[in-house]
C-alpha cells in the first residue's frame, strides 16, 4: 500500500494563527520530507528527515517548523506566516539508502491559504 | 538554476493519439521519476528510471533516458482523456539522494 495520509485538506488561517500539517505513512519509510508548490509551479523542497532526523532545510524560515515524532509522522508547525505562504503544501517519504535512490511517494497535499 | 526543464509547456491532442513530453536537466543523476498531477491534487508516482537503465516500460507509459544529452523523454501511447494532468520530471543527483528537483511540467490535455 503506496500511501501517505495528509491532513487537513484545506486550512485558512490568520496571520497571527498557529497551526499545524500532518503527515502520517506506513510503509516503513524511514525518509519523509515537505514540499511547498504555488499555482502553476513545480514542487520546491523544504525539509527532508532521514530516520527521524533533519537532514535538509533548504533555508526555510523560522516560522516553519518541522517535526518528526516518530518514523511514521511528520508535522509542519505553522506561526506567524504571510499571505505569500498561501501553497500547496506536499508531504513524501521514500525508503532511505541506495546510492541509485528510491521512489519518493507523496501525499494528496494540504492547501493553505493565510489571510 | 539547477531546476530541469520540459517541453512542451502544453500540449494538446485528441483521445487515441500519442503524447510525448521531454524533460532536460544539467546536472549528473541518480535517478529520474516522473510524476502526474490532476489539478488541485497531490503527485502520483508513475515511473522510476536509474542512471544506468536507458528505457523503461509500464502499461501504456514508456519512459527514455539518456545521459549523454542530459534528457529524458515520457511517451503515453493511445491517451485518454483520464490522461489530463500535468506531468512532472524529477531527479536526484550526487549525494542528495532525497533531494528531487522538478521540471517545470508540462499540462497535457486529451480531447474525448
Known amino acids: 500500500d503506496t500511501e501517505v495520509t495528509q491532513t487537513p485538506k484545506h486550512l485558512v488561517m490568520g496571520m497571527t494563527n498557529k497551526k499545524s500539517l500532518k503527515c502520517e505513512q506506513h510503509?516503513?519509510?524511514?525518509?519523509m520530507y515537505w514540499y511547498k508548490q504555488k499555482a502553476k509551479k513545480p514542487p520546491e523542497l523544504m525539509f527532508v528527515?532521514?530516520?527521524?532526523?533533519?537532514?535538509i532545510n533548504e533555508s526555510v524560515p523560522s516560522r516553519f517548523s518541522p517535526e518528526c515524532p516518530n518514523s511514521s509522522l511528520l508535522n509542519l508547525h505553522l506561526h506567524a506566516l504571510q499571505p505569500e505562504d498561501s501553497a500547496l503544501y506536499l508531504c513524501?517519504?521514500?525508503?532511505?539508502?541506495?546510492?541509485?535512490?528510491?521512489?519518493?511517494?507523496f501525499g494528496e497535499g494540504s492547501w493553505l491559504t493565510v489571510v | 538554476s539547477q531546476q530541469g526543464e520540459e517541453d512542451p509547456q502544453a500540449l494538446s491532442i485528441q483521445e487515441g493519439e500519442n503524447a510525448t513530453m521531454n524533460c532536460s536537466y544539467k546536472t549528473s543523476i541518480n535517478n529520474l521519476q516522473w510524476y502526474r498531477q490532476n489539478s488541485g491534487r497531490g503527485l502520483v508516482h508513475l515511473i522510476l528510471i536509474r542512471s544506468n537503465e536507458r528505457e523503461k516500460h509500464s502499461g501504456r507509459l514508456r519512459v527514455t533516458l539518456d545521459t549523454s544529452k542530459k534528457s529524458s523523454s515520457l511517451l503515453i501511447t493511445a491517451s485518454r482523456a483520464a490522461d489530463t494532468a500535468s506531468y512532472f520530471c524529477a531527479y536526484t543527483g550526487g549525494t542528495s539522494y532525497g533531494k528531487l528537483t522538478f521540471g517545470q511540467g508540462t499540462i497535457l490535455t486529451v480531447h474525448p
Open positions: 510503509m516503513g519509510h524511514r525518509a
Open positions: 513524501a517519504s521514500s525508503q532511505v539508502g541506495g546510492r541509485i535512490g528510491n521512489t519518493i511517494y
Open positions: 528527515y532521514s530516520y527521524e532526523k533533519l537532514s
